[in-house]
């Protein structure tokens, strides 16, 4: 009777532990179950090791018990990776390396065989997760052997001078472009948005040397604007002064031609008048010009050819009595 009753008793024992050991399996199971995916983030979901499927942002279910495992890829977030310095505080792992690679980084010889250090940014976007989790083991690492891949090629085909100076554009636009070939090219599930240079100089032994230069070719250029700035307000100034004088002699040669002509005109009509009638003519010009000249006279004496006294004068004009 006592081992029957001992025997029931252990059999009840396995039977709760077995349901408590279902009862637990289900609760870890349906724990595991759901999961979410941020707005930033899409969910790549592999069944038994093997791509299952892409999902988007939102609650989610999957098979528990490890058959399904999702990964969270930032698809909806600007990433950037820095070479040759570091921002404090970033929370990318990939963003910037130790301080001896940095050094390594911005090291770079130009196409006239002349050092330089350049620091630059690249700016992208994860635009397909699956490939970015399985094409490569590491594509982050990648996409930073591929930038200063492209940046010391850009780098070496131009001279010290382009590449600190004048052509910093040229290259940003440069590199830009054969990055974003190169991307596609390897299938890393990126898309390069912006590739901006930060601090380009010459090496620190040369730094005082290159100031030095940089501010007399700043002197030279000022010298040179001042200068422009005075021809411009100069030259134009005699030029007006030119075009002045030259404009004033042209309107008195052509007064004095128009006055010749009219004057020429006017002989040649009393010539034609004299010829017709040269007595008549005659007497009316010498009144014209007796009218013309005794106004101006200040005494008029009138002398009588046919009087032959001591004083043969007439007074016309009163004298004036003394003051």
Known sequence: MLVRIGTS????????LGLALVVALLLAGASSMFYTVDAEFQGVVLRFGRYHKTVEPGLRARVPFGVDRVYRVPVRRQLKQE???????????????????????RSMVTGDLNAATVEWVVQFRVTDPRMF???FRDPAEALRDLSESVMREVVGDRTVDEVITVGRQEIESDALDRLKVMVEQYHLGFSIDQLQLKNVNPPAPVQPSFNEVNQAQQEREKAINVASG?????????????QEKISTAEGYAIRRINEAEGDANRFQAVF???SKAPAVTRQRLYLETLGELLPRLKGKVVLDEAARQVLPLLQLTPEKPPP
């Open 9 to 16: 008793f252990y059999t009840l024992r396995l039977r709760l």
């Open 83 to 105: 070479f040759g310095f570091a921002t404090p505080g970033a929370t990318n792992p990939y963003q910037s390396t130790s301080a001896s690679e940095q050094d390594l980084e």
């Open 133 to 135: 989790l399985f094409q």
């Open 230 to 242: 005075e021809y411009n307000k100069t030259v134009p100034r005699a030029r007006g002064e030119a």
């Open 272 to 274: 034609a008048e004299y």
